[in-house]
């Protein structure tokens, strides 16, 4: 795309930007909430510029090379409906930056909310979490997390794509956490014959088959592995309950996220004493359990 020769300063792509992304009724949600947001970070990464700072520079000209680059990705925003993440090769979660491509789902999850605070109150002792398991990890972007949030853990990150690992193993580099962040490829506990956790998170794929052919095209750019939990988005969810007690010691706790779908899991599990988590995003997107209430409630 080739943006109209009379734009020339930031002000003027922001507003181009915004009124375009508007007009092409782009879908929001991997990283911007909105057409203004996306905007604004795509011209400050595309000009290097912090991406907390746009004011100051609001009245400054684009050289013709940085004209170029942008109108790029405009174009592809728009046309193809690429995720400005995978445009980028970046996504955060809050102050953490995260190697992405269209091998692994662009990070998301409102577990990353949860684990800055070490999930209080339910783990009164953070310092006594020393072995923690992240399925599903994708990017590594929540095993990251982990091991910021549990200074003693070891974290075993587990996923079935060797792609997604491959990802993961960037991020994981990029923290200098190779030390204390396992990468192991298996489909959920499949290959951890004796493994025992103090605390398990997953952020599996939970979206239902009819959701997946409504989603608009920007999510069809993620792997389907990623996202699709089956009729009723829960085939992931049986498995790690069914599974998860004989991999957690005794005062363990399992969060798991399972998006917009809690009265699909209360009804699927009815006797199942799920604790709800509220975070500055949704009010009960998360589960969680002790070990003892999952062995109860089957």
Not at 29 to 45: F, I
Not at 61 to 80: C, M, N, P, S, V
Not at 102 to 124: H, K, N, Q, T, W
């Amino acid at each position: 795309m080739s943006p109209p020769a009379e734009l020339e300063t930031l002000r003027d792509f922001l507003r181009y930007a915004v009124s375009r992304f508007n007009q092409a009724g782009l879908a929001f949600g991997h990283g911007s909430a909105n057409a203004y947001d996306e905007a604004a970070y795509l011209l400050l990464h595309t000009l290097h510029l912090p991406l907390d700072r746009l004011e100051p520079f609001l009245d400054a000209k684009l050289t013709a090379a940085e004209r170029a680059e942008f109108g790029a990705l405009l174009g592809r925003r728009i046309d193809e409906r690429v995720p400005a993440a995978y445009l980028t090769h970046e996504a955060w979660l809050g102050d953490f930056r995260f190697h992405v491509d269209e091998r692994v789902l662009i990070p998301r999850s409102f577990i990353a909310e949860l684990l800055p605070d070490g999930l209080a109150p339910y783990l009164p002792n953070p310092s006594a979490v020393t072995s923690a398991l992240d399925l599903c990890t994708g990017s590594g972007c929540l095993a990251v997390l982990l091991a910021h949030a549990f200074d003693n853990a070891d974290v075993d990150a587990v996923d079935i794509s060797a792609d997604a690992l491959a990802v993961a193993q960037r991020n994981v580099s990029d923290y200098g956490l190779a030390g204390r962040i396992n990468l192991i490829r298996s489909n959920l506990f499949d290959n951890l014959p004796g493994k025992s956790y103090d605390l398990i998170i997953s952020n599996p794929p939970y979206v239902t088959t009819m959701a997946m052919e409504a989603l608009p095209r920007e999510y069809h750019h993620e792997p389907a592995l990623a996202l699709a939990g089956g009729d009723d988005g829960l085939d992931a969810v049986r498995t790690i309950l069914r599974k998860a007690p004989q991999f957690m010691q005794p005062d363990a706790l399992l969060v798991v996220e399972v998006g917009d779908n809690r009265a699909g899991t209360e009804a699927a599990f009815p006797r199942m004493p799920f604790t709800w988590l509220a975070t500055p995003s949704a009010e009960a997107s998360v589960f969680l359990l002790r070990r003892d209430e999952i062995i109860a409630g089957r």
